[in-house]
């Protein structure tokens, strides 16, 4: 990795409420926590990121010049989108959030689509499921569902809570000790994996 290029993370769904909004500002803040530099870009023109942000004051928008050792992009809902298409093209690894119910993840395989599109080749495109509820018979099944889908899943998975929805107004304060060790561990997955 070059010591004057951010590591950049794109995380997208074609479909609004899978939480792409919701992990882009928690993982962002989970690199934090693990002493990183981190940056978010807010390419969604609804803005609830940068809301969310000014909210808690526990993040920085990234700028052109801003040196982030890692920046975190949130995509719009919109597989036409160009803003998703730009923010594919200059990751280093595209992260695909989605629920774990089969109907979502099979609407997920236009977003496998678009990634492979306009993501460069030799970079990694990982699933990363949410609110997945344990000991569910979904979340035992999740490896034989994604066989399918044509990227693979990260091993870490984040749950259903209602920490999440307090977060925006909380911040990383809102969250208990199991949503802050599956937010940390996914982390540093994706991080192990982008450079
Ligand atoms: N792991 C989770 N547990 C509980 N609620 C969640 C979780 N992830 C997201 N949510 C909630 O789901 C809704 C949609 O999330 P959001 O991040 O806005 O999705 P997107 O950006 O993909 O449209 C929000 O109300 C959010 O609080
Ligand atoms: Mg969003």
Not at 101 to 107: E, F, I, K, R, V
Not at 158 to 182: C, K, N, T, V
């Amino acid at each position: 990795m070059s010591t004057h290029r951010s590591v950049k993370i794109t995380l997208c769904n074609g479909k609004g409420g899978a939480g792409k909004t919701t992990l882009a500002v928690l993982l962002a803040t989970a690199f934090q926590k693990a002493g990183h530099r981190v940056g978010l870009i807010d390419r969604d023109p609804q803005g609830t990121a940068t809301r969310w942000i000014e909210q808690t004051g526990e993040l920085e928008l990234a700028t052109p010049d801003s040196n982030h050792r890692l920046t975190v992009i949130d995509t719009p809902p919109r597989l036409d989108s160009e803003l998703l298409h730009q923010s594919l093209a200059e990751s280093d690894c595209a992260i695909l959030v989605s629920s774990p119910s089969p109907a979502d993840l099979w609407t997920s395989q236009d977003t496998v689509k678009t990634i492979t599109a306009h993501l460069p080749k030799e970079r990694a495109a990982r699933i990363l499921f949410n609110q997945v509820q344990k000991r569910t018979v979904l979340a035992q099944n999740l490896a034989s569902l994604t066989e399918r889908i044509g990227i693979p899943a990260l091993q870490s998975r984040i749950g259903r809570r209602q920490a999440f929805q307090h977060a925006p107004l909380l911040g990383w304060s809102a969250l208990d000790a199991a949503s802050r060790e599956e937010l940390l561990s996914a982390a540093l997955e994706i991080a192990a994996l982008a450079q």
